[in-house]
């Protein structure tokens, strides 16, 4: 089979490494997750090898880990998403710019106007990870004593959604005439007050800012569970997903974009990128020397704490050498749960076993020569295991570096990256059009 | 009387200019509230002025405005304050850089992590303009069919205060050792669970972000009620205010400084600094007729929703050439209605009258030549109306520059007003301390 289709890439940047041994790899920089100038260098970097997106994960609590992981974290401090994404706008020209945003523990009309704002401020670069917040401490910051249970945290979700894009669809796009003869500044005939009243939000409008400039922020998702994936479905731009490897990639992605069948939405309107992580060398033995050394930087605190978190259940108290008995059910994400179960069962790992694989880095790895790591990119976009990746480095600079000037030129040689960006907004970047207004029809001639 | 004291100022920059005429006026921007570069040029113009502060004010909602006014107004699309605000810091190096949040529709954890991080990304030139929000149609966005009440405003927004300070003491500042070799990254003694349970707010902390480089950013007051005016002499560093004139700005001052002795502090840890509208011009005669002019681009129907928005209530139906009647008391700024009945009686002002001072510009201005506008303010500031100015212009960018170009060299000249920065923090450029963190005693070397 043979695909026109083409790679997008995302750089999975907050953390700049999930890997818990990055910060001590030799020529890294131990601050790299909390420093603007490393931050912006990068995102400069990222953009010199035309990446699509600079994409920051967040969480909006210091993880409740045992005193033994948390003096080990290099990411317990970080910067606040719309803070940073907004400041490295200003350094950067065309790269899209993907904040998380919690559906659970913020308000709709503070979410759209702060998307709306830093897709205007960047000209058009904003995108919206849409999440409901799995992880339960935060419910503790924000004035709940038992986390939002995950099917109400999904429906509260999806009312988020319709209010978010509601507001962002207050102004037509040619509301704002600026007239100075006449003094007048906005048409009024083309504001629409949403006046929104559902289950979980009621929200009068209009938002107080011009229609983004794409229209609407892409709207990215990451969620693995059945309702994640509906949502996604129904909703989103691009999909974040973990995803082991390439055949359960395959499931994923027939799963999803079948899902937008049944929806009648054209599949290409979502894009799916896995996690990988990339380790480059100039050979195949290099990198694995460099992904082993690595490891050799991660603790076990730091694992045993990891596999608590992956789990939703306290597991440091556990026979470390004994397999994994039968963990209750909690409210931790489910995805990330099964898929730590299924390797347990499936592989007859101890927990010592679990924690190293969890402590450093578990997921998709692609390590090798730059032509390698092509050949394993190129082979999920033909095969339909995705539509590029959200590319996760295993240290900061050097990862970066080492990815843009040598595995990018790789990938443009087969034609399967963009050599220079086509559009100037991050929906161009990923071939998406711009949503027309539901609420006015589309502007003559004028933005 | 003598003194050594300086002049602080800010830059009133949200909207760009109060005066509801000035994007028609001659030369001006007619989108210079809401395009980013002409922003981050206003912005590096008052750097180079040597300005403290650039400080946006915001609503939460689109007011409520009559159809007719709706149509004229020049503010009704603004940029987010935390994204605006941290695009600037990457183009701006020295500028305190003043945000609004609101402390009753939003959360304490994120307005602590927000400003913390705008704290980190600038270096220090953070500012926090604490608000209770005193516009009834942000509660409609929010879920709340009517505002919450003036005194539960203010006694949650003490609380709130606690909480972000609270939070922004969660890590000694010397808690991130970042140690390579032991692959310790952070001290663990050094973290502080707040553990807050209030009337209002139930927060466990800790913040997920170090402590600011500033300690806690710059907190800024602008409430002038009895409420307000105590709650900014317990907590405040700096109070925005509206005065009419001199002898109102020294009642204001002496009360507000009077409170602070009550309470121990000294006086020179709050700066109090007067909204100021500036017209200069080459002669006296130059700036007054600037200043005409810019009022002949304000429509009546401008004037008469800002009234009704100044007073609370709806005049639109009134006689616009009888007199003001009672007014029932309401929800609104107390400051604000009580500002307006006062003139009307005072003076004996019609409802049209009325409209025409509030819809251009009505409160303290400064029209005249540098010298003048110079001697001014060093009378407020030697018989102690004020700690300096928060300064308005009357258009855009040409108020900018004149005020840059031509008041500060007279200031500075004078000795009334720093020609370099001396420190690089906002804080440093007021004068005051860095705060000690509450939970831990002063690090010794390391920051």
Do not use: C
């Not at 790591?373 to 995705?386: F, N, P, R, T, Y």
């Amino acid at each position: 089979m043979t695909s026109t289709r083409r790679l997008h890439l995302g750089a999975f940047m907050r953390p700049v490494s999930l890997h818990t041994g990055s910060w001590r790899y030799p020529g890294a920089y131990p601050d790299a997750n909390f420093n603007f100038a490393h931050l912006a260098r990068f995102a400069q970097t990222l953009e010199r090898g035309r990446f699509d997106a600079f994409f920051m994960a967040d969480h909006l609590a210091v993880l409740n880990m045992p005193v033994n992981a948390l003096k080990r974290s290099h990411t317990v401090t970080s910067f606040e998403p719309f803070t940073l994404l907004s400041a490295l706008s200003a350094v950067t020209g065309r790269i899209g710019l993907v904040g998380t945003a919690s559906t659970t523990f913020d308000e709709p009309y503070h979410v759209a106007r702060r998307f709306a704002s830093l897709d205007h401020i960047s000209g058009g670069r904003a995108g919206w990870n849409l999440v409901t917040t799995a992880n339960p401490d935060s419910a503790l910051n924000f004035g709940l004593d038992e986390h939002v249970e995950h099917g109400e945290r999904y429906r509260r979700a999806r009312e988020f959604y319709d209010v978010v894009t509601g507001l962002w669809d207050s102004w037509s796009d040619d509301a704002f005439v600026r007239d100075v003869e006449s003094g007048i500044f906005v048409d009024p005939e083309k504001v629409h007050v949403l006046d929104h009243k559902g289950e979980h939000f009621r929200v009068r409008g209009p938002l107080n800012i011009a229609r983004p400039v794409q229209g609407w922020p892409v709207v990215v998702q990451a969620g693995s569970s059945e309702a994640g994936r509906q949502v996604a479905a129904e909703t989103a731009d691009a999909v974040f997903t973990a995803q082991p490897n390439l055949e359960a990639g395959k499931r994923f992605y027939a799963d999803v974009k079948g899902r937008l069948d049944k929806l009648g939405r054209p599949r290409e309107h979502l894009k799916i990128l896995p996690g990988a992580f990339v380790v480059v060398g100039d050979s195949l033995e290099e990198a694995r020397e460099k992904r082993a050394l690595l490891d050799t930087f991660v603790h076990y605190d730091s694992g045993i704490a990891s596999l608590s978190i992956a789990l939703g259940h306290d597991v440091s108290g556990f026979d470390p050498d004994g397999l994994l008995p039968d963990i209750p059910e909690s409210n931790a994400s489910k995805s990330s749960r099964e898929r730590v179960v299924n390797w347990a069962r499936a592989e007859q790992l101890t927990i010592r076993q679990l924690a190293q694989r969890l402590g450093g880095y578990s997921g998709l790895e692609m390590v090798g020569t730059p032509a390698m790591i092509a050949d394993q990119m190129e082979q999920w976009l033909v095969e339909e295991g995705s539509d590029g990746f959200n590319v996760m480095f295993p240290y900061l600079p050097a990862g970066v570096d080492e990815f843009v000037d040598k595995v990018v030129p790789e990938l443009q040689r087969r034609g399967i990256f963009r050599r220079e960006y086509e559009g100037s907004t991050f929906r161009e970047h990923l071939g998406l059009a711009r949503p027309e207004n539901r609420f006015f029809a589309a502007a003559q001639g004028r933005r």
